[in-house]
């Protein structure tokens, strides 16, 4: 009886060293869902009531981080939305979205859906969507581009932020505009030379604004080149996006 009881002690040692030592992999899956409170500026051009047959091409414009929070006149401080509080007027839709978080990049998902129930809620022009951000807008706007290759005729990049990979997965149909000043301390100027570089060498249309001597507030003089905007009323894609 002892030498059936010592057996099956050692017995039951044995099984619980080999099940401390298991490691154990399972599979299982979640649904997640992510709520993004997304509050925009929305700017008609002056002919777009009188003109109801008309669909008209629509501007994307991400701000950068200082604008980022929840005070939307922020986001009227520069871009397009700071030369549109000072009267100018645009031949386009502007969307310009804030992002609700000060010390987070751009939802860009959300992005995309709020960008897709403007167009289907107003006369856009599908094949004439543009794309323009700053700093750490500019940085989302380098992947909006890479996420979402089809949905933009042109794209102007202000001093952002971009992973030389980007630069495979982007439309060759797409041509884009980079600005940058060299003295930039807060994103440097050649995360912008890098990524032009590598553009160009993989055959893609770009142009390249370099500011000698400037710092971060490249967008100052950007958006106030009004060739800027005239060459982005001559792109157009010639499909829409599936």
């Known amino acids: 009886m002892k030498w059936i009881l010592r057996c099956f002690c050692g017995v ?14 399972i599979q299982d899956e979640e649904q997640t869902v992510i709520n993004e409170k997304l509050r925009y500026y929305l700017y008609y051009p002056e002919d777009y009531e009188s003109s109801p047959d008309e669909k008209f091409p629509l501007l994307l414009f991400l701000h950068g981080g200082g604008e980022s929070g929840e005070a939307l006149e922020k986001v009227k401080l520069n871009g397009p939305p700071k030369l549109l509080a000072e009267g100018k007027d645009f031949p386009f839709l502007i969307l310009a979205p804030q992002n609700p978080h000060k010390r987070q990049w751009w939802n860009t998902r959300a992005v995309m859906q ?5 167009v289907t809620n107003n006369r856009v022009d599908r094949k004439r969507i543009y794309l323009t951000g700053l700093s750490r807008g500019g940085s989302a ?16 990049v202000v001093c952002g932020m971009a992973p030389l990979p980007y630069a495979s997965w982007i439309d060759k149909a797409m041509p884009m505009w980079v600005f940058h000043g060299t003295e930039d301390k807060s994103i440097p100027f050649s995360e912008s030379e890098n990524m032009v570089r590598k553009l160009r060498s993989l055959g893609y ?34 499909k829409l996006p599936d």
């Not at 039951?12 to 992999?25: E, G, R, T």
Request: contains cysteine; aromatic residues 14%.
């Open 114 to 118: 709020l960008l897709d129930t403007i």
């Open 205 to 238: 249309n770009v142009k390249f604004t370099v500011y000698e001597g400037l710092g971060h507030a490249a967008w100052i003089p950007a958006y106030k080149t009004e060739a800027l905007y005239e060459w982005m009323m001559e792109q157009k894609r010639n």
């Open 141 to 156: 706007a380098w992947e909006l581009a890479v996420q979402y290759p089809t949905t933009f005729a042109a794209m102007a």
């Open 12 to 25: 039951v040692l044995m099984f619980s060293n080999s099940c401390a030592s298991q490691s154990i992999l």
